[in-house]
């Protein structure tokens, strides 16, 4: 089990000499994105970028609120994203008929080429992740993850 830890330390191990989870699931996720990146490369979006297509693909209503969290920045970042996968003929913006305040945004079908290229892409290189483990260490890896997530989502603990 893991020691209290000193956070001083300038290494990234616990007192034991084993590896930080948290450290090995940062490296596995930057791992991840940089392959992701490079399998898109062809498509002309980044891995945020597949991430909003793939999300106006499945429901073109959501908010640009959803749309930044589903591709992990800010409202801000979003909007300027949007700005530039419109200007770069991937989705098209329109005001809502009815809502005046409401802007719809749907795939063009530049848009949604790339989004399906960009699906095929993540499944391929979700698939070389877990290519070292069984189906069932696939799924309970999975598991895990959902729990350790939702542990921290809205964790009010102190970190001492």
């Known amino acids: 089990m893991y020691q209290a830890l000193d956070m001083s330390m300038h290494k990234m191990t616990p007192a ?5 989870i948290g450290y090995s699931l940062k490296i596995t996720q930057h791992r991840l994105r940089q392959r992701l990146e490079a399998e898109l490369a062809g498509t002309g979006v980044s891995a945020a970028q597949n991430a909003v297509l793939l999300a106006i693909g499945s429901n073109p209503r959501i908010s640009n609120a959803s749309l ?3 591709a992990f920045v800010t409202p801000q970042s979003m909007q300027g994203m949007l700005v530039t996968l419109e200007r770069d003929g991937f989705i098209l ?7 005046g305040r409401i802007i719809m945004t749907e795939l063009t079908v530049k848009g949604k080429a790339a989004a399906e290229a960009g ?7 979700e698939r070389l992740m877990l290519a070292g483990l069984t189906n069932d260490e696939a799924k309970l890896l999975g598991e895990l993850l959902q729990r350790c ?12």
Do not use: C, I, Y
Request: glycine share 6%; hydrophobic share 40%.
């Open 149 to 160: 997530a939702e542990a921290l989502e809205g964790s009010r603990l102190p970190l001492r």
């Open 119 to 125: 699906a095929m892409a993540s499944e391929a290189v």
């Open 93 to 99: 913006r329109t005001p809502h008929p009815d809502h």
């Open 16 to 20: 034991s000499g084993e590896a930080w």
């Open 68 to 70: 930044a969290r589903a």
